[in-house]
């Protein structure tokens, strides 16, 4: 049995990520910050044959985060984990830039570190990134201390107490950041999986960033130009990756490369 974990399943993309994993054949763990709201959709996907199981997993909260690995110590090896959750505030001040980065850059390095002595040897840990954290909203000086080979996790902490402090000053754009925390929370969740892929080398584990592009969902809107399916379909690509795939440290749309 393959086992799959998804955050931020319980609508939009992560629910349409469960569902094509489950139609699959994976044992597919739905997992979001509201109980209730995450059991619900798994039902919705159990009245269609799907093995779909809920679980309490807020990745702002340490300890569901540790109390879901204690959970999942029980099933089967982890073949595909999915860090979807993640979310956008309105404005644009010192404390959302860290209420942001905690969520969508912090939250996805909690889980993965979490669960990663649950994962199977060849397993796919995908970071559902955007193209909004492309590094071309950065400064020079930024693009070039982010893509350093041998950036470490220690670095990217200090990139992001960097922002949090120029936002307070009101002296980031200055200091290369744009003015956008979301943009800056998917940039350092990118450069983690980069971290994270020489981590994992010599062993059949594999990570990739991926962005599902401008989708239809609550937070994309109703304008967004791509449903679903579409937005969905990169990431179970990446998912569902097997053994032999060389794919490792990448960012992709669609299934193809974009730049960094």
Known sequence: MKVAVVTGANRGLGLETARSLASRGYRVWLTGRDAESAEHAAGQLRAHDLDVQAALLDVADA?????????MASEPPISALVNNAGTTFSG???GIAARTLDS???GPVRVTDALLPRLAPSANIVMVSSGMGELAKFSPALQTRLLTPDL???QIEELAAEFVSAVTRAEHATAGFPSNAYAVSKALLNAF????ARELAGSSRRVNAVCPGWVKTRMGGNSAPRSLEQGASGIVWAATLSEASEQNGGFFRDAKPIPW
Not at 63 to 71: H, K
Request: no cysteine; hydrophobic share 35%; aromatic share 14%.
């Open 63 to 71: 300890s569901t985060i540790s109390g879901f690995a204690q959970r």
């Open 92 to 94: 644009f001040d010192a």
């Open 104 to 106: 969508n850059y912090r």
């Open 152 to 154: 470490s996790r220690a």
């Open 193 to 196: 999986t980069r971290v994270l």
